[in-house]
């Protein structure tokens, strides 16, 4: 029996006079309903067979295109390969192989009932929170997130950059995300962060991020300095997308409420939407989706380093099988990343964080998968 869609209707745009429904979320669970069983027929011919269930349905997967060829290509992985190591290596970033492939078979499965030949989108935060990627609690807290038993967000999430700012009074949504603005890219966020008095700082994330780029990894800045109302919209995002009961809502809605006066933020946003608690939960995914965010805490919210000139968000992943750092003290090493089991993302190694924090004067806060903060003079 096909698996139960949540779906909601509406319009992405016109083809011809055509209107196009989209798939919001699909709902998981790590069992083999249309794909073959790995503990069976193993990996290889699982991949196989979604390669040919999916067709031309592409996968956008933390900004990477997977798609019929690249699952073939990764099928005809040759056995005395490792395939976790080449499905990281052909991907470019820290995939969950079990779960990712429990995720292929729910796609598959939802095929039929009209998710075929629409784009999935599942941006890092997202993935990695539904187990997808690897998550920090994976690899520090001996915690794996697990794929599967809840629904899961596929839909293309809406960037402050795309959105008109939310009005006074306007419900919470992903337009409140282009209110109280971050700068749009890297560069002009270490800009920001050498204006507040973080230019060393700056000058030392800038230096790592070339040198992995140099060696063909991918590396961004997601966010530097931060406003206080920005933090608290946030914090609030995280805790209604995640919270699963009206009362939790009502719960969650007067705490931040009061924190809003009691910050003496005074930020005119209506966390109740009109809808109903559901429509509110669903509202503050979008917006938590739009921040992107994974991770959140209050203190956080209330004390964040990102609003002086002491932090900053970033990552680093497709890391190479052998990476060389030179640090601004003159250390130099080379670092062996073929393990057939390394994440190759820097957020995720031990080692590589360990040595960073020591010779570039950082100092990353484990389970907040991008944060890193300056540590010298502390």
């Not at 979604?50 to 992985?77: C, E, S």
């Not at 209506?270 to 995914?285: K, L, Y």
Request: proline share 6%; glycine share 8%; charged share 25%.
């Amino acid at each position: 029996m096909p698996r139960l869609l949540f779906i909601l209707a509406l319009s992405v745009g016109l083809a011809g006079a055509a209107h196009a429904e989209q798939t919001r979320w699909i709902q998981t669970d790590r069992s083999w309903d249309r794909l073959p069983d790995t503990a069976t027929s193993g990996p290889r011919a699982t991949l196989a067979a979604a390669a040919r269930a999916l067709g031309d349905q592409p996968i956008q997967l933390a900004g990477i295109r997977v798609d019929r060829d690249l699952l073939d290509g990764l099928a005809a992985t040759p056995a005395e390969e490792p395939l976790l190591r080449a499905a990281r290596e052909a991907i470019g970033r820290p995939v969950d192989l079990t779960d990712f492939l429990y995720l292929l078979d729910d796609l598959a499965a939802a095929g039929g009932t009209g998710l075929h030949g629409q784009t999935v989108h599942l941006p890092s935060g997202r993935a990695r929170a539904a187990g997808i990627l690897l998550h920090p609690d994976d690899v520090f807290d001996g915690e794996p997130r697990r794929y599967g038993g809840r629904r899961l967000a596929i839909y293309q999430p809406r960037r402050p950059a795309e959105l008109e700012p939310a009005n006074d009074g306007d419900p919470l949504g992903p337009r409140w995300t282009a209110r109280y603005r971050n700068p749009d890219d890297g560069d002009e966020m270490l800009e920001a962060l050498s204006a507040a008095g973080g230019a060393d700082f700056a000058r030392r994330i800038r230096s790592l991020l070339e040198q992995f780029r140099a060696q063909g990894a991918d590396a961004w800045v997601f966010s530097t300095v931060r406003s206080r109302e920005r933090g608290y919209l946030i914090y609030g995002a995280f805790i209604l997308s995640r919270a699963s009961s009206e009362a939790i809502v009502n719960e969650r809605i007067e705490t931040l409420e009061r924190l809003n006066r009691e910050w003496d933020l005074d930020i005119p946003i209506r966390w109740r939407h009109p809808e109903g608690w559901r429509a509110t939960v669903d509202a503050a995914d979008a917006m938590a989706n739009a921040y992107n965010v994974v991770y959140a805490t209050r203190s956080g919210a209330r004390y964040s380093s990102h609003y002086g000139a002491s932090a900053a968000d970033f990552a680093a992943m497709a890391l190479p099988r052998e990476l060389t750092l030179t640090a601004p003290d003159g250390s130099r090493r080379t670092f062996d990343l073929s393990d057939p089991d390394h994440p190759r993302d820097l957020n995720l190694s031990p080692e590589l964080i360990g040595w960073v924090e020591e010779h570039f004067g950082m100092k990353k806060l484990r389970s907040d998968y991008p944060h890193w903060t300056d540590a010298v003079g502390d």
